[in-house]
């Protein structure tokens, strides 16, 4: 039991007899002489009081000093008068003053949880890339690939929205416009409106964004270029120690370029495209980890939306289009992730019922459908030499969807020039195999970041 010293109580008792006639005498300026009389017998009495209390307190403490100790039932037969709590801690009070505090600002807190910066201030980002190229047959070009602005803000504590607005010598496009979901139960995340879907790994990328110039000849030809998609996609992380998330989404289609259906049109849920993936993350060491995911989409019927030929692609049957994905990463810690290797690869398989009977039918002749299977994939290592160079080679390999022709491979190494953290400069060779096109390909890309841009955890 702590007590303070008697010197420092009666200090303590100087004080309130300072404040107390203070206090009297400010008052008593605008009072008779009885009422000042009065206020200071008053005081007189209330003193004597706290004397005797004081006093009694000092007994009580020189009484509890000289006694024995006592069992804790012993202390509690005290009577209540003389029975005085324990003096709190430094630490007890602190808690109990900064709860107190808590629970009057708590209201405050939460209405200023409702309003964050980004709302009138949202991420902006505009990428500008160009594209220098040279091909055996048509000859040198200078491209623009487009010009894309990105817009990212919270709209409030419960979903946060963003936009891709892309330019190109075709015109403008809304390549992305998403609403995301931020604070739903379970681990849950609701997406929805146009973006691009979680099919595979690299066709949900921009062109800017891929670790090479050219996106894939697989995923031009199976998924139909970036994997965008108008719908509604769920996402769930298991509470596993080991990273696992499930997606489920619904889409008019899968692919920017995917032109067998029409978002344009109305359709019944049978020629919906529906998505299913689940992926890990495995962290084999601290530098070696192993990203791993499948995929698979299913589309009831598929048929075109085309008034004068409806039927003539898919014929309303079902499409099967499934996918598996690994990527190994090598990121030393001590090199602060700017060495290191990258080796990725995407296994894809398509089957639908398919128009074998070519493009040049005689008047009058219905086409023919078969089911065709086709099998594509592609393969690529990166190496990260320093934080501004990283050599890296692709692998591309894809079948005919329908069997018709042969099967087209692209062998490219690269080299890729880090100018900056917004600046990028890539060199990259193509010997291209294609059916009736066997080619060298020559392309330098340059890209620019303005402002913001940025990416997810998984790396190109």
């Not at 400010?26 to 000042?36: F, I, N, T």
């Not at 769920?234 to 696992?244: C, D, F, G, I």
């Not at 014929?315 to 598996?324: C, E, M, Q």
């Not at 009736?436 to 990416?455: D, K, R």
């Amino acid at each position: 039991m702590r007590f303070l010293p008697r010197h420092r109580q009666m200090s303590s008792v100087g004080r309130v007899i300072l404040i107390i006639l203070t206090l009297g005498v400010a008052e008593a300026q605008g009072q008779s002489a009885e009422d000042l009389q009065r206020e200071l017998q008053d005081m007189k009495r209330q003193m004597q009081q706290l004397q005797e209390r004081m006093k009694k307190q000092e007994e009580l403490i020189q009484k509890l000093k000289a006694a024995p100790a006592t069992p804790p039932l012993a202390a509690a037969a005290l009577p209540a008068a003389e029975a005085t709590p324990p003096a709190k801690s430094q630490e007890e009070i602190e808690r109990e003053m900064t709860e107190k505090i808590m629970r009057r600002i708590q209201p405050s807190l939460s209405a200023a949880n409702k309003t964050f910066p980004s709302q009138f201030n949202p991420a902006i980002g505009f990428i500008v890339d160009t594209v220098g190229s040279y091909k055996e047959h048509p000859g040198a070009n200078f491209e623009f690939r487009s010009g894309e602005l990105g817009l990212s803000a919270s709209v409030d504590p419960f979903v946060r929205g963003y936009a891709i607005i892309n330019g190109t010598e075709n015109g403008i496009d809304v390549e992305e416009a998403a609403i995301v979901t931020t604070s739903l139960p379970y681990n849950l995340t609701l997406k929805g409106g146009r973006f691009f879907t979680e099919f595979g790994r690299l066709s949900k990328f921009h062109d800017h964004d891929l670790p090479f110039v050219n996106r894939p000849i697989v995923l031009d030809n199976y998924v139909g270029g970036e994997s965008q998609g108008d719908g509604v996609e769920l996402s769930y992380l298991t509470p596993l120690s080991q990273y696992l998330t499930f997606t489920l989404g619904a889409y008019n289609k899968i692919g920017a370029d995917n032109t067998q259906v029409d978002n344009g049109f109305g359709r019944p849920l049978s020629r919906f495209t529906y998505l299913f993936r689940p992926a890990t993350f495995i962290s084999l060491t601290d530098a070696n980890s192993i990203d791993l995911g499948a995929t698979y989409a299913y589309t009831p019927k598929v048929q075109t939306y085309d008034q004068e030929d409806v039927g003539q692609l898919g014929d309303g049957k079902a499409r099967h289009l499934a996918g598996l994905d690994l990527t190994y990463r090598y990121t030393p810690l001590s090199q602060a992730s700017y060495h290191g290797l990258i080796w990725g690869t995407e296994l894809l398989y398509n089957n639908e019922y398919a128009n074998v009977s070519g493009t040049d039918l005689p008047e009058g002749e219905e086409p023919l459908f078969r089911r065709r299977d086709a099998f594509g994939m592609y393969s690529y290592v990166e190496a990260r030499l320093t934080r501004r160079y990283y050599p890296g080679f692709l692998f591309d390999f894809a079948q005919d969807r329908t069997r018709l022709e042969g099967d087209t491979k692209a062998y490219s190494p690269y080299f890729t020039v880090w100018a900056s953290e917004f600046q990028r400069i890539r060199l990259q060779y193509t010997y291209l195999d294609a059916p009736q096109n066997h080619q060298s390909e020559f392309f330098l890309q340059w890209t620019v970041v303005m402002g913001s841009h940025v990416h997810g955890f998984r790396d190109r």
